[in-house]
């Protein structure tokens, strides 16, 4: 059950006022999957640039329960030690909280020959299927029963073999479960129709220092050639930045403020948001690690056409913070969710804040602006759409209070923190606490 932790968000009322730097922290999608890699190692490694969120902690937690050994010492600093990793059936009840969860099967069953799993969870963002998983495994060899919403998969001898997979669509944790699963099978393993996903590349190389066989990342094919466990020697990772996060304060920058920095980015992971930012008429600047957002308070903002793609075209991830920055842009703007079906139910509550929009289907929606928001009592659906509904309220007139932040605290550190040392009035009220009710707001 959701507990329900809440934020009062004073809207700026479409002011631009806030002004400052924002440092951003490692890549949520590729922390989960190094940490999930550790079950390639022989003995261990460090990781640093780990992002403090709800997602790393259930994956420690997850990979202490099958027997690794996790030390965090320091902020965004995690050692690993797997000597004593022993268990290949993956709790229930952290893997259907975390979609991740699926990235760890293919190296236990490529380990131990063996894993049990349960459905994986994670955001409600439609359908998020398994076949390309259960197929692979099978092109490696390996035999699958299912046993209600349990599977367990065996290698036949106990070890994958190598194989082709052909993923009949671009799929980032396919890609990395089986780039995962190649390093230990017997033979060479070829992935067909990748992703590009900077995280993937970073993975792949992490995992090429400590032993691993691993070509062709950032392109269509890659290759793995299968070998031992892995030695991290007291070896440190450091992970990407999260371009999500960075294209998430751009965002903000762009609707809310005289001038944003947001450091410690690589702008070139970026390139889609800002070429589609700058169309729009934000005003951008980029340096080697950072992104510049100045507005004058005046300037108009022009409607566009968004598609989602996989890297490097727009990412979905940042297709609901872009559409509250469409709602604030002249004319008409046109989304299409190509990725995921179920991405576009937040906007039942935009609309309730004064946002005109018009949902085609379940991939696509009209959106007329600009129109001022007005604050609003709104649930996070998911988190995504919880983090655009921040932006949503941090624009309106008057005060917002947005439900269920547990979601937006599984992608995002502190963030009520760090939007408060730009200038915002944010406060948190625990789920726990009822007295700290919202006074003389709208409820709907
Ligand atoms: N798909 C299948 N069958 C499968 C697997 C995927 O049909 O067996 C489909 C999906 O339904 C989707 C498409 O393939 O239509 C692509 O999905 P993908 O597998 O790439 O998504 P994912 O790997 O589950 C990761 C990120 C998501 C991000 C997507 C796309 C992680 C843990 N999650 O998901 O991140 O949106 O790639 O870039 O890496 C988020 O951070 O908020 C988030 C949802």
């Given at each position: 059950m959701i507990k329900d932790d809440r934020f009062i968000i004073a809207g700026l009322?479409?002011?631009?006022?806030l002004k400052g730097e924002i440092a951003i922290g490692g890549a949520k999608n590729e922390a989960l999957k190094v940490l999930a890699g550790?079950?390639?190692?022989k003995d261990g490694f460090s990781v640093e640039n780990i992002p403090e969120i709800e997602d790393v902690r259930k994956i420690i937690e997850l990979l202490e329960r099958l027997g690794v050994k996790v030390e965090h010492s320091g902020k965004n600093f995690y050692s690993l030690d797997t000597?004593?990793?022993?268990?290949f059936s993956l709790p229930a009840d952290i893997s259907k909280k975390?979609?991740?969860?699926?990235?760890?099967t293919g190296p236990l069953l490529a380990r131990f020959g063996k894993v049990i799993f349960p459905y994986p969870g994670g955001c409600v963002i439609g359908k998020r299927p398994i076949d390309m998983f259960l197929s692979g495994f099978r092109k490696m060899g390996a035999n699958i029963t299912e046993d209600g919403e349990t599977f367990t998969v065996e290698a036949a001898d106990g070890k994958l073999v190598g194989a082709e997979i052909f993923f009949k669509q671009q799929s980032v944790t396919s890609t990395e479960t089986f780039m995962m699963a190649g390093v230990l099978a017997r033979g060479v393993t070829v992935l067909k129709n990748c992703p590009v996903e900077p995280e993937i590349v970073s993975l792949g190389e992490w995992l090429n220092e400590c032993g691993a066989k691993i070509t062709g990342l950032g392109t269509s094919t890659i290759k793995i050639e299968g070998g031992d466990l892995l030695i991290g020697e007291g070896k440190t990772h450091h992970t990407l930045p999260d371009r999500i996060e960075a294209g998430s304060f751009i965002i903000l920058g762009a609707l809310a403020a005289s001038e944003l920095t947001v450091k410690n980015c690589h702008p070139d992971h970026l390139d889609a948001l800002t070429a589609y930012l700058s169309e729009a008429g934000v005003n951008i600047e980029t340096g080697p690690d950072w992104v510049k957002v100045t507005n004058s308070g005046d300037e108009k903002f022009t409607a566009l056409d968004v598609k989602t793609h996989e890297y490097p075209g727009f990412p979905t991830d940042l297709q609901a913070p872009f559409s509250i920055f469409l709602t604030q842009a002249e004319g008409q703007s046109y989304i299409f969710?190509?990725?995921?079906?179920?991405?576009?139910?937040?906007?039942d509550a935009l609309n309730r804040m004064g946002a005109k929009v018009k949902v085609l289907d379940s991939h696509r929606a009209i959106i007329d602006g600009p129109t001022p928001l007005s604050g609003r009592e709104i649930e996070s659906p998911d988190l995504r759409a919880g983090l655009a509904y921040v932006l949503a309220a941090i624009i309106a007139s008057g005060q917002s209070v947005v439900h269920n932040v547990e979601y937006i605290d599984r992608g995002y550190e502190e963030i009520e923190k760090r939007l408060v040392s730009l200038g915002l009035e944010v406060k948190r009220v625990s789920g726990d606490d009822k007295n700290e009710l919202c006074q003389c707001l709208p409820q709907n």
């Open positions: 009322g479409g002011a631009k006022t550790s079950v390639l190692f000597t004593e990793l022993k268990e975390l979609r991740a969860s699926i990235v760890i969710e190509t990725i995921f079906e179920g991405r576009l139910n937040y906007f």
